[in-house]
């Protein structure tokens, strides 16, 4: 690999010198990375790709049908006429969608170009790029001023740079039906005061390590690939070496934008983002965001740049985060809403058609990511999509197979991470991750469920309703700072009403989760376990969930056992967010008459309380709901000074910007304590033949017979009397350590980390 810091230093110079010294330096460059003589098309789809394309028109039903739907589009659009308006919309006004219909439109016509050998797409993206050559240069910054860098087309330059990212690729496929002249007026007077723009006007965007900054660094280098500017790609590959951010100044959502110590550009956005395995920080919402940028610009540098070796960087950390992207999706394909994330995302989503294809051709053709393309049931008008297609055809695709997965976070996949456990149909997501910079949320060693791809106990995701217009014009609502982020909000520990970190970036920045151990090589059980130190600062928190199969039980069961260690005693609450209808406890509570909100601030002041419990009796307590045909039972462990609540989201909410999503909530007011429960997943309910069957829990109850420093232990009572025994060793985890332990006057002798006893 390049010397990065060499090569930042002397490209620094450059900027700063004469024309003369740009061409003394630049043949430096050409030591490096030779400067060719360009074809064109050669940034995603490239010259031999046309042809083979061509030569197999006709014959790959996939491909063919792709082709056809967008070409029908283009046509539809061409008859339309093009329009470029003055920008005066947030996202999804009028403007707004027309520019970013536009770049799309431009990209497609260009590949339609290329295949058919048509002049009517060349003419429609030529004369697209003249009408935006005439207005840039005197286009002011966008009216709008929400936005920590404003962008000319868009309200903010993250949308300016999506529109170059596309528009470089467009440029690319006309580029020889341009002629030299019409090249230089574009070059001069569009693409690169377009590319300065983005970057050294707005440094606070460009240079920072972020999606934002990605796609930055992408567009920037995508336009000089395109018109072989070398310094355009350097400064894409590294960044600006003098940019004046001051250290500490943050964006609109509460982010950094300079970190001490932090490097910049495309590679750097490469290294500290993605861990080994190929997890993204920011979570899968935004790392399935951030893919397009990252692999475009990869592909167009191998395509140009091979040398460089930028599409396997960091241990080809591109191709294994494509699955793990994939393996960080419910049955149904959505991804998991980690952080700030929009339900109902899928990899049915444009971005990770590019991803498949891309991953299929440059990742060595794994067949299974052909059954995830046959379920997009689309390509890429290029050659990477027309290998898919044909491996469609030829039947080479097998199943992609989903499996449990421990991923670490940062760069070196030791900043905590996400779990992911798979037990049949049930799916658990375990979050002890580090604070995925500006889109993370404050909820560390929280979790959510998952059944045949329905969700059973949620995640929020973010409060955003994405270019809806009429929400906020589409952008953030502050209820995602006031609700979504909060700790409350996740099914997690709260201590006295303050969230993690006191809900402070800066602070929730510096620290993560540490893993305590992962199993998942036995079928019977599989373990997550963490700890998190930091989120209060007297306090130690201590997660562990098993998901068990055990024959005395219809479907796998998940053990939930969150531990907390303080020198202080403290309010606890642990909600849980299920989906569905309530049935039946086995406590009794009372419901109000008017509903109260319960509290002031961090989250708290979103929710009313629907319900309390009156009388905990018993050692434990259930509650039964009903969702998606499904039964599900909560077992939990009682004193009996807890307080149960039902609460419900919508307090405080005078826009109804809020799901109003429903809550139980297990409060105790305690020193160091342990809170133990099991979420039941059992039977099955049919609306068609009313038929409902196993409705109740195979549990009689749940104990807890040992909570030291050293041990955790807690005992299951089946309904037929049987008993489950679960043994977990909370300092020591590592697989070759002997334990031993008396409880109930018995002796139980293991290995490794944990004991079950049935």
Known sequence: ??????????????????????????????????????????????????????????????????LAAIQQEVDAEIALGIDTPIPVDYSGGYTHSRHKKNFFMAQKAGMLYQILQDDKYATYVKDMFFQYEAMYLDLPVHPKPRSYARGKLFWQCL????????????????????????????????FRP??????????????????????????VGMIGVAMND???????????????????????????LKVEGQSAGFLANLEEPFSPEGYFTEGPYYQRY???????????????RPDMKVLQHKDDVLMKAVTALLNLSDQDGEFF???????????????????????????????????????????????????VALGIQDGKATEFKKTSANYGDGPNGDQGGVAVVRADNLELVFKYSAQGLSHGHYDKLSFSLFENGDEVLQDYGLSRFVNIEKKGGGNYLKENKTWAKQTIAHNTLTLDETSHFKGKYEIGSQHHSDLHFYESSSDDIQIVSAKEVNAYSDSVLHRTMAVIKDEDFEKPFLLDLFKVTSKAKHQYDLPYYFMGQVLDTSFAFNTPKSLDVLGKENGYQHLYVEGKSNDLTEESAQFNWLNAGKYYTLTTATNKSDEIMFTRLGANDPQFNLRRDAGIMLRRNDKSTLFASVIEPHGSYSPVTEASLNANSHIESLEVLQNSDDYTAVKITTVKDKTLIFILANKDAEKSSSHKLKIEGKTYKWKGPYNLIR
Request: proline fraction near 3%; hydrophobic fraction near 40%.
């Open 1 to 66: 690999m390049l010397n990065i810091s060499r090569i930042k230093s002397a490209f620094g110079t450059v900027r700063k010198q004469s024309v003369s010294y740009v061409a003394i330096v630049s043949s430096c460059f050409l030591m490096v990375s030779p400067i060719q003589a360009q074809e064109h098309p050669n940034l995603i789809l490239t010259k031999q790709g046309v042809k083979d394309i061509r030569a197999n028109l006709g014959k790959v039903p996939v491909f063919d049908k792709a």
């Open 159 to 190: 949308n300016d740079s999506n529109w170059l990212v596309y528009m470089a690729q467009a440029y690319d496929t006309i580029y020889d039906f341009l002629s030299a002249e019409e090249r230089k007026t574009l070059e001069d007077n569009l």
């Open 194 to 219: 377009f590319a300065d723009f983005i970057s050294t006007t707005n440094p606070q965007f460009y240079n920072r390590i972020h999606n934002h900054s990605t796609w930055g660094n992408a567009a």
């Open 230 to 256: 070398e310094e355009l790609i350097q400064r894409a590959l590294y960044g600006l070496d003098d940019d004046g951010i001051e250290f500490g100044t943050k964006d609109d959502d509460g982010g950094f």
């Open 290 to 304: 951030a893919m397009y940028p990252f692999l475009v610009f990869a592909v167009a540098m191998e395509n140009n």
């Open 337 to 387: 809403p980690l952080n700030d994330g929009q339900k109902g995302m899928s990899y049915l989503a444009k971005e990770l058609v590019t991803a498949v294809d891309m991953a299929y051709f440059y990742g060595g053709k794994d067949p299974s990511l052909l059954s995830i393309a046959g379920k997009q049931n689309t390509v890429l008008l290029d050659q990477t999509g027309l290998a």
